[in-house]
């Protein structure tokens, strides 16, 4: 493990990260760093410190699904995750190909399969020291909702934070233009849907750092896309396809372990 901190401190390095904490130094949710893909390219990522909330939605929230019962989760290790989803410029880099639709540096990479991130994460771990990875469902709504308890996070209007159906103009767009929700993340309602982890279960997992199911079919998308209504891009929405299976509207964003410099600091969850 040490050596899977050094290499990932070599690759903050090579970036241009914020002053870091010394070792057990507390961390704050929002606070920011960059790191050097292979290639050189460079990724914001923002932290998310130790904390609980409340997943899934409650049972008069407008537009809902049955597999979102609410349910408390703690998440106690804390997480990067990066600040926007992962943009054609950054795959490229990374993967020397691009097969999405609409093509553009700092558009969202999309018709990806969760199984061509995999293939992204495994190359981004020869540079990182192996802490590099998907984030789990749980840590991605924890994330997506920074402390907000609603449908939306960062706005209570979705065109505020979201491209959707109603103002997409049926693409995607350049990561990091609307709004950003109270940690810093920008869309994570909307763009494009974000593969995860797990794979899907309608039910809850474990109140404490849930993983999903060991197996299963199907692999979990979050956070709605271009395409979308306004009711599948909220906090809570699921959605679960193929892990082989590419399409114009899947995307996703890079998580990485905490490299062990920091200790908990659990934020606040707003009512």
Request: net charge neutral; glycine share 10%.
């Amino acid at each position: 493990m040490c050596l899977a901190f050094a290499a990932m401190a070599a690759a903050f390095a090579a970036g241009e990260p914020a002053a870091q904490p010394a070792a057990g130094q507390v961390r704050r949710s929002g606070e920011s760093k960059t790191i050097t893909l292979p290639g050189g390219v460079k990724m914001e990522m923002i932290w998310c410190a130790p904390g609980k909330f409340e997943m899934g939605s409650p049972v008069d929230e407008t537009g809902r699904f049955d597999n979102e019962t609410r349910h408390p989760v703690t998440i106690t290790k804390g997480f990067w995750l990066g600040k926007y989803e992962v943009t054609q410029r950054q795959w490229e880099c990374v993967m020397r190909s691009n097969h999405s639709r609409f093509k553009g540096p700092d558009r969202p990479m999309e018709n990806v399969s969760w199984l061509d991130c995999e293939t992204f994460v495994r190359r981004v771990n020869a540079q990182l020291g192996g802490l590099a990875r998907f984030p789990t469902e749980a840590e991605w709504e924890y994330a997506c909702r920074a402390g907000c308890d609603g449908p939306v996070s960062g706005s209570d209007t979705l065109a505020d934070v979201a491209w959707y159906d109603c103002n997409s103009d049926s693409q995607t767009h350049e990561v990091g233009r609307i709004k950003p929700n109270a940690w810093g993340f920008y869309d994570m309602h909307g763009n494009v849907l974000e593969w995860c982890s797990d794979w899907f279960s309608a039910l809850p997992g474990k109140p404490v750092d849930p993983k999903g199911p060991p197996s299963g079919s199907f692999k979990v998308l979050r956070g709605g896309c271009w395409f979308f209504y306004e009711r599948d891009c909220r906090c809570a929405y699921r959605l679960k396809r193929e892990p082989s299976l590419r399409n114009c509207i899947f995307g996703f964003r890079l998580a990485c372990s905490d490299d062990g410099t920091t200790k908990a600091a659990a934020p606040e969850v707003k009512k």
